[in-house]
């Protein structure tokens, strides 16, 4: 019995590309811990529930906001590039590029609003919440390139 191998990707560009979205998920893992840690320990005395829950509120939205842009880049720049060369699959990309597109407008209109009614919540768990959109990207892009670079 003969055994018949089918061609793979190769194994150097599917592990750039599928490493990606595990490195940013374990930044903001551990962005999650670490503020979390710290959002407990610097909250008002009677106030470190309050402050984690809208922390981990805030966290969660701007991972959202955060993989929804990724995702709608993705889409756009597959569009915009030429990858995708038949009608079929050009649509089925504007259609998730429109449904990724949508779902960062709609982060958008929930952190206008979660900010709107946010006068009573702690300042630290606005503070480190609001800040998962700054530290997850920079981290995450800190150790893709810092992996890229060593496998170059």
Excluded: H
């Excluded at 699959?89 to 209109?109: D, E, P, S």
Aim: charged share 15%; glycine share 12%.
């Amino acid at each position: 019995m003969e055994i018949v191998s089918t061609p793979e990707k190769a194994p150097e560009k599917a592990n750039r590309t599928d490493a990606v979205p595990r490195i940013f998920a374990l930044v903001s893992g551990a962005w999650l811990a670490i503020a979390g840690i710290l959002c407990w320990q610097l909250s008002p005395e009677g106030r470190s529930a309050a402050a984690i829950l809208w922390f981990v509120g805030l966290w969660l939205l701007s991972v959202l906001d955060i993989a929804a842009l990724g995702k709608t880049l993705t889409a756009v720049l597959g569009l915009a590039g030429g990858e995708i060369q038949e009608p079929e699959k050009r649509a089925g990309a504007a259609i998730r590029a429109f449904y990724w597109g949508f779902v960062k407008l709609a982060c958008l209109g929930f952190f206008a609003l979660a900010l709107t009614k946010a006068e009573a919540a702690p300042g630290i768990g606005l503070l480190l919440g609001l800040g998962t959109l700054v530290i997850v990207p920079l981290a995450g892009g800190v150790v893709w390139s810092q992996r890229i670079l060593r496998n170059a």
